[in-house]
């Protein structure tokens, strides 16, 4: 390591005590010197890796000042340390009431101080005791035995009294925030801690003891500053009870420069807490390391003018975390920024071997398969449940139910449950990343409408050429995982990503909406009514004048209605039924389908104002209560445990609060219709659980189905695999892996047994997925005052998942529970999870920038180094492919190339490089792996010539410091 020169904030200092140095001979230089600090620093702490790795480790800082207080006989005065400051990152000042702290804030330091504290280090004692070391005075014998070696050396600089001065002050007592003055137990004095506040301190932290006074017997200012080579255990100096590491004493003769002293006592402290230089501490072997490490601090701090803060302001915790790798990083030149390292992830690379990526996958998470199952035993896994069941059960129902619609009853709710419990089940036990939920989405009930439509063309048996088509699709799935081919979703960027989950994220947001209004053709507003208009409710169902065109009723519809004979409709007194309920409306449509004609003064929608509104307020208050209990993790009320129980069961409370406010009101808002039997749909008379291959159909149209196979596996494998890697995105800090060829197999596998059972298909819910994942995070539990909780990962395991679908099949059985539940709840929860899936979005936020002014748009990488019309020009094209998007899923004529629509995207994105910079893309986007590739060879490339040059200097410094010795 190189020697380091300091060429500023040089301070002389003469110690007149000791005898002038006689100048040293010139020797050969055995290493090159540098007056840079921060070139000193990172070599110093290039160590690191070297070392243990509980050699260095976090601090707290305890400020303690010395202090008169009223002795034992109440007539003399002793002396005290009195704590006043505190650190763990940031400051925290003891208010002058006594009984309560500061919120804490960044510490703000004079330059003179910070000048003084180099000046104090440089020129006091400064004790160094190898970390962990088992040679040199140990501290077995407590801080008496420090006391003793700190005053043998003082002696000589000070003198025998002082040194004894210094002495007795070291053994002084301390009195902490937890204590009483008027304690007079000397044997229990400094023994009570803080065990609360211990909580917020890392569990390996060390403490570090300063300790600041005037003391008039003193001739000049006596600086000390020591590390211990064992940490000091049991003694009582700190307010919480850890191993003391560091010590340092700052004493003034003079009382009227007590506060300046204090101010070079919190430079000190806030050196100790500074990220680098408590590495620094803990590592440096001499006087001059220190020193260096001081003026690294000083470089790169920023000073503020007296019109911008004093030295009182108290400045609070920055939002993020300030970026410190510019102190960690080599700044001998410019470097370009580092290559964003898209499609690197596991299970990305091409093995060139049969099924090779899918035996990597399994071998990369059979390890974990245990603590897939261990690691969900918390109490937010809980919370997670419940959100993500309610968030599933309401769609499935929802497009269990377009799906009857579309299939004329073939496939429904009781068949949408049925799947949801095979499919889930399966893929939260073997896929290889199960936090990714599985659900009906609505490119699948549009290829279902179209694949429908085509039977009833041609007169085909629907749920067969189904079979034929889904057992394709399967194949075919296959062939993708045995030739590696989810490699190809390097080529998908964030430019895709987030075209694809803006759109699913648009969509919760507007069928939401749209289902709330609906409610209203339901249940309509009269907006001519007057207080004596008549009620008139009378109307009954008879059957057409024309009998022949009367339809049999099956068994199960004919249980839903009031009266029947042998099948077919007679008559059915709707003034009997309970006008106002939501099964009436399915009812209301059941007579004219089945041959009827509703007969009566009372025949048309009744107005009901009060359901329809009523619901727009439950509607709001679900979302609203969902988003604002989210961030109560973020609140300053409640206890830090309440707000997280509060945080991560916040969309269960917000259900059940709005439910029972809709209970106590007894109004018959439209309700969640659970299937309460175990059958199909149409009922057994029309269709069993097994499909036969062919039905009626004719052998051919099992060739037919290649082709809506194709555009299916190109749907499937698209969803599954975007929904994939926005899940395992590198934000998200997940630890145990992808598994995109497992994933994809077992989607291709749970295809091909719904196929068989005439159940719908189930693959990646975008929206869902980013919700579980972001209802699992996990976030630092110990932080410091001030400091925002920082993302760990999150919480991967297959429990949740597994519940969820597991309770979703046995939803049949708590059908008379959850009949409660109003559907403007589950639609606010909808809207909720639009709205979070935004979040963090970068199409979004720079889609805000639109409607910004320039003065207050926000700091963003890429508007530091990309013109702002070359950001909206991005901007313009992506939400130009949203809205293609959009256009072909709404118009049911084309709505079938809505898969090659969004494979489209990957060619867009293709074309960008012929309209932006490499550099603009790298920072708006992501690199495409061919691009990647010629970076990373170029940076190498830059790398090996620029340690060539680094490698002549260092020849060439040498041979003229030969040169100058002799």
Known sequence: MSSYKPA?????????????????QPQQPQQQSTTDPAEFVRDLLAKEACCEATSVRPLFCQLDQLNSVPGPDGLSLTQVWREKFRWIKFEEELEVTGNRWSVPYVPVLSPFSVMEARRQLDSGLTLLMKVDSDDGPAAAGGLKRIAEEVEANLVTRLGTDAAEEVKRLLLTRHINFVEKVEDKD???????????YRKKVHKDAEGCSIMVGAVQTLRAPVSVFVRLEQPLKDEPLMEID??????????????????????????????????IFHKVAYLANSKVELIAGVDEFLKCSSILPPIGCSLTDRIPPPMEKPNTEHRHADQKEPQEPAVVEHGEAEGLQRTGRLFGGLVQDIKRRAPWYKSDFLDALHPQTIGSFFFIYFACIAPIITFGGMLSD??????????????????????ALFAGQPLTILGSTGPVLVFETIVFKMCDRYHWDYLP?????????ALLLLVTVALDLSYL???????????????????????ALAKLFKISSDYPVNKYWHPKQEVIVECECLPNDNLTELIPVPPKMARQLPTYRDGNVTVANFSAMDYYSWDHVLFWRTCPKYGGVWVGRGCGLFNVPDVFFFSCLLFIATFFLCYTLKKARASSLFPTFVRR?????AVMIAICVVTSVDYIMDLHTPKLLIPVSFEPTLGYTYRGWVVRPFGNNPWFTSLIAIGPALLATILVFLDQQITSVIVNRRENKMRKGAGFHLDLLVVAVCIAINSALGLPWFVAATVLSINHVLSLREESECTAPGERPVLLGCRENR??????????????????????IPMPVLYGVFLFMGVASLNGMQLFDRFLLLLQPRKNQPDMACLREVKLWRVHLFTGIQLGCFALLWVVKKISLISIAFPLMVLSLCFARKLLDYVFTRNELRLLDDLLPEQKLEETIRLRRRSRMSTAVDLEELAQAEDDEQEKAV
């Open 8 to 24: 500023y904030f040089r301070v002389a200092s003469v110690d007149p005590s000791q005898p002038p140095q006689q100048p040293q």
């Open 186 to 196: 000397e044997e229990n004095a400094g023994r009570k801690t803080n065990k609360k």
């Open 242 to 275: 850890l191993p003391i590491r560091f010590l340092y004493l700052l004493l003034g003769p003079k009382p009227s420069a007590l506060s300046d002293l204090v101010l070079v006592a919190k430079a000190v402290a806030t050196l100790m807490t500074d990220e």
């Open 406 to 427: 579309a299939t004329n009853g073939y496939l429904g709710a009781m068949e949408s449950i049925l799947s949801g419990l095979i499919c889930g089940v399966s893929y």
């Open 465 to 473: 050429f189904r079979w034929w088509i889904g057992m394709w699709t």
């Open 489 to 511: 979703v390097k080529y998908i960027t964030r430019f895709t990503e987030e075209s694809f989950a803006l759109l699913i994220a648009v969509i919760f947001v507007y069928e």
């Open 645 to 649: 129980l509060i945080s991560d069961f």
């Open 799 to 820: 429990v949740t998942g597994l519940l969820v679908f597991l309770c979703i099949g046995l939803s049949v059985f708590i059908s008379p529970l959850l009949r409660h």
